[in-house]
C-alpha cells in the first residue's frame, strides 16, 4: 500500500535543508514502506533562500510567511528547523491545526517551554517527532541491543560528551545559538540535548545532577542578516556583541538504576571536530562509540582468553540496524544525512502506524527535566533532583 505523506518545510537553512533531502531519501531507500514524502511547501523570511530550497529540492510551492505552510490543505506535517525562538509560536499553531510535528532540538529554548510544548502537540492527539539523530546510527542502534540483552550485565558506569569546535574560533558569529534571547541556553540546550537523549535511551532514567557551568568567548562579530550558517566567521575589524549564554556545560549524574556518571558539553573547545560520544560499563562488559568514528564500536566481552581480553573494534557493514538500507558492504560507511534519512522514515512511519514512536515531544521533555536540575545546580552549588516539569493543562 502506498502512503503519500504531504511535507511542509518551515526555516531553510541548513538544517532545513537536510531534512528536506532526507524526506527525498525515504521513497527510495525504504521503498517497502509505501511512504513517499511529497513536499509540498517550504518557508523562510528570507526570499533568496527559499527560492533556493524549492529550486533545488523540488517544494512545489515556496513562502515569505511561515503561516501558509500550516493553512496549506495538502500539508499533513509540518518540519520546523527555525532558530529556537520561534518553536512554541509554530508549535503551537501546527497543533492547533492538526498537523503531524517534526521539531529539531532543543524544542524549547527554555525547559518550560519544552514542557508548554509537549503539553501542546499531546492534547491536539498529533504525532511528534524530535532530531536526535545520533541514536540511529546503525552501531549506536547495535550497542543498544546489546545493553538490552543483558550482554554488559548489569551496567554500573555511563560517560557522555560532545565536544564541537564550531564555537572554538573568536572570530564565530554572534548567531542566535549565542543569545539567550533567541537561543536560550547555549550548549546545555544544544549540544547537550543529545547527550541526555543517548543517556535516557541507553542507561535509563536520571535522579539527581550537579552541573556547572562557562563561557570562554565572550563577545563575537555580529552577523549578517540571511547570510551563513553558525560555522561561519567574521573579520577582526566587525563591530562584536555579547555572548548571553554558556560555552560549556557539564554534570555528575546518578542515575535511579544507580549507574554513576558524567555529562560534558563544549563548543569552545580546540581538538574534538565533532565529538559526540559516550562509554558504558557494565558488570560483565563495555562499550564506547564516537561520531567523529560513527561506523565502529568498540566492544569489551572478555570470554577468559587472551584474545578477548581488550576492546574489539566492530566495522559497521548489513548485519547492523539499517546499514544495509544504504551500503551493501562491511566496512563501508554511511554518513550524517543517512542518519537524518532514517529519522525521517521513523517518523514518517509512525504517523502510519498512528502510534507515537520515541523520540517525542515527551523523551524532549525527559531531557528538559535534566536540564532544569543542571540550571538549578548551577544556582544551588550543590546536587539538585530531576523534577518533573509535565503540564496537564
Not at 549540544?191 to 563575537?220: E, W
Request: aromatic residues 10%; glycine residues 10%; negative net charge.
Amino acid at each position: 500500500m502506498t502512503h503519500t505523506i504531504g511535507i511542509g518545510v518551515i526555516g531553510m537553512g541548513w538544517m532545513g535543508m537536510v531534512h528536506s533531502r532526507a524526506y527525498r531519501q525515504v521513497a527510495d531507500r525504504f521503498a517497502d514502506s509505501g511512504i513517499r514524502p511529497r513536499l509540498v511547501i517550504c518557508a523562510d523570511d528570507v526570499p533568496a533562500r527559499v527560492q533556493h530550497a524549492q529550486a533545488a529540492l523540488g517544494f512545489s510551492e515556496a513562502t515569505t510567511d511561515w503561516h501558509a505552510v500550516l493553512a496549506h490543505p495538502d500539508v499533513e506535517v509540518v518540519n520546523i528547523a527555525t532558530p529556537n525562538y520561534l518553536h512554541l509560536e509554530m508549535v503551537r499553531a501546527a497543533a492547533a491545526a492538526g498537523k503531524h510535528i517534526f521539531c529539531e532540538k532543543p524544542v524549547g529554548r527554555s525547559p518550560q517551554e519544552t514542557a508548554e510544548i509537549e503539553r501542546l502537540a499531546r492534547q491536539a492527539g498529533v504525532i511528534s517527532f524530535v532530531g536526535f539523530n545520533y541514536r540511529w546510527a546503525p552501531m549506536v542502534q547495535y550497542a543498544r541491543q546489546l545493553i538490552d540483552e543483558g550482554r554488559l550485565g548489569k551496567l554500573t558506569h555511563y560517560r557522555g560528551r560532545f565536544f564541537a569546535m564550531y564555537g572554538s574560533n573568536p572570530l564565530g558569529m554572534l548567531t542566535w545559538r549565542y543569545q539567550t534571547e533567541y537561543a536560550g541556553m547555549g550548549v546545555l540546550g544544544d549540544i547537550m540535548s543529545h547527550v541526555i537523549d543517548m543517556a535516557h535511551m541507553l542507561a535509563g532514567p536520571i535522579a539527581r545532577v550537579a552541573g556547572h557551568r562557562h563561557t570562554f568567548i565572550r563577545q563575537r562579530p555580529l552577523p549578517i542578516l540571511g547570510q551563513g550558517t553558525h560555522f561561519s566567521l567574521g573579520h577582526p575589524d566587525d563591530p562584536t556583541g555579547p555572548v548571553t549564554n554558556e560555552d560549556y556545560a557539564s554534570a555528575l549524574v546518578q542515575f535511579e538504576n544507580g549507574v554513576q556518571g558524567t555529562f560534558e558539553s563544549c563548543r569552545a573547545i580546540f581538538g574534538p571536530k565533532c565529538e559526540m560520544s559516550f562509554e558504558v560499563n557494565g558488570t560483565e562488559g563495555a562499550l564506547r562509540w564516537n561520531f567523529e568514528r560513527m561506523n565502529e564500536l568498540e566492544l569489551y566481552l572478555p570470554d577468559g582468553t587472551p584474545a578477548r581480553d581488550g576492546y574489539t573494534r566492530l566495522l559497521a557493514g548489513p548485519a547492523y540496524g539499517l546499514h544495509g538500507r544504504f551500503i551493501p558492504g562491511d566496512g563501508i560507511g554511511i554518513g550524517y544525512e543517512d542518519l537524518k534519512a532514517i529519522e525521517a522514515y521513523q517518523f514518517l512511519q509512525s504517523i502510519v502506524d498512528g502510534q507515537q514512536a520515541a523520540p517525542s515531544f515527551a523523551d524532549a521533555l525527559a531531557l528538559a527535566n535534566v536540564q532544569q536540575a543542571i540550571v538549578r545546580s548551577w544556582e544551588s552549588n550543590t546536587w539538585e533532583p530531576v523534577i518533573s516539569l509535565r503540564r496537564e493543562v
